[in-house]
């Protein structure tokens, strides 16, 4: 399972808090792709035969299989349009941000 | 009590890495490096070392896989050459930088061009910056104990910095000696398996070689540079621990030779160490005051140690077997950088030996009467290459 974002993470406050030889916990994310995501993937559940072709072509992997049904996490999601490409039933659309 | 054999310097490193037991060797070969991947690549078919050797495609595909194996938590060993080190560069930064204890042999060859398979420093200074302790060595048996000594550093869990071992090109990775040959148990006693909790694992899930932006990357390097400042004692305790057990020691970072009461000190790096001895001695035997100091450590540099030496001799020469092209050659920078200020002394540096060129007792001498001439209050070039033709 992909670990979930470490929402916890703080800023370090001192050298001894500075990751050593850069490794970090699983979740670490510098910056939130979001911030550079123009459009974002929307799921038509109602056309998805669960085929799976977006989670193993996301290049991120943001892309849930836990769940019953597909999900994306949109901390890691930059956005790309890779997923609504590869969808063979094309319910996958990009919808621009705040739209 | 160990064993003896007759061996080359790159077979005695193969028997010191042999000892340190890596779990995986990649490497890719090139002249003068390959008889000693050879030699382990026999290890591991004859059953000596339980090993997996990884046959790459590429000298960086040697460092790439060697990071990799590193990463989970296992000992690994490379070793290259000249072209292939630079090929390799890039890889350096990366293992150095995500703290990975690599240990790595440099069979220390020119670059090209002009093209030329023979031995001198050029390949591993150009490596100066990389964030790879360097430790030269001056003899097999030398490098058998480096080799030892090497990984105990690397994974002190204080260091934890990669480390490259510098063999002199031919002059000794294809020259023979006696070497003593230690015993695994005893080396294993030296050399407990590498432990680490930075690796990737299932239930420990990590990032490694993360991205660390402008806000704290100067702090990650400064977490570096304090790892260095480590290494010099640990370089020192690792080989005094190792000559209570195994009977040899080599000083630490520097050796000084019949330098207490010397007038003329030269400074030597790896073989030339060997043949600058047998000179002092025999010009001690003339009734001259010299000295030698063996730097054995390049990097970390012994600054405190060069610093406190200023003006207590007469003459200090520093030789080079490469060129920083546009300043002096690359050791002689340092210790001149380390003595600003207070520096009583008059200097001199000998660029040698390069491509290979045989750095003679005769050369030697020559040395020793410029410092003799600075001594005596003569001018001398402060840069000489020594040995030219013309």
Redesign the interface.
Known sequence: MK?KRDLDFK??AS?EE???????????L?NPNSGYRTFAPKFDYDKCIHCLFCFVYCPEGAISKEGEKLTVDMDYCKGCGICAHECPKKCISMVKEGE | MGTKAFLSANEAAAHGVRLARPKVISAYPITPQTTLVEKLADFIADGQLDSKYMMVESEHSAMASALGVSMMGARVFTASSSQGLLYMCEMLSYVS????PVVMADANRSTATPWNIYGDHRDAMAMRDSGFVQLYVESGQEALDTMIQAYKLAEDPQV?LPVMVNLDGFTLTHTYDLVDIPDQDDVDRFLPPFQTK?KLDFDN?????????P??HT??R??QCEAFEVAKKKIAEIDAEYAKMFGRSYHGMYEEYKCEDAEQVLVATGSLAGTTRVVVDELRAEGRKVGMIKLRSFRPFPKEFFASISGKYKALGVTDKSISFGFDGTIYGDVKASMYGNCGTKMANFICGLGGRDVSKDMIVEMFDVLQNLSDGKSEDEVQFIGKRW
């Open positions: 670990p800023a370090p050298m500075i990751p050593f030889g850069a490794s970090f916990p699983a979740g670490h510098v | 930088g995500a703290r990975h934890m930075m899930p990590q990032v490694l070689c993360g991205t660390i932006g806000a704290f702090e990650g400064i977490q």
